[in-house]
């Protein structure tokens, strides 16, 4: 039977022109990824980079809300939690940031 991955370290940073989230393969300049390195007994690890608008677990919506507190806002809905701009943030970003 095998063992469940689990999280050994998780991290956030701004990405830059190489970075891709390995969720929706977009590129985000200068906007907030999450690093995860899970890892098994074994010793394997396996590594995940997530852009703020793929986050659906608690855990890294409210490092990147920590992080970035004026920036964002977190809420839940079916089971999942979300980051949006606060409203502030939001006109001065506008409404050509990709989705």
Aim: charged residues 30%; hydrophobic residues 30%.
């Amino acid at each position: 039977m095998k063992r469940k991955m689990v999280v050994y370290k998780m991290s956030v940073y701004l990405g830059g022109p190489i970075t891709v989230c390995d969720k929706c393969r977009h590129t985000r300049v200068n906007e907030p990824y999450v690093h995860k390195v899970y890892r098994r007994g074994g010793g394997k690890e396996r590594y995940e980079t997530i852009c703020w608008r793929c986050c659906r677990d608690a855990e890294s919506t409210l490092l990147i809300k920590q992080k970035w507190p004026l920036a964002f806002r977190t809420y839940y809905h079916y089971g999942h939690w979300y980051l949006d701009w606060t409203e502030g943030v939001k006109e001065w970003v506008g409404d050509h940031a990709k989705l």
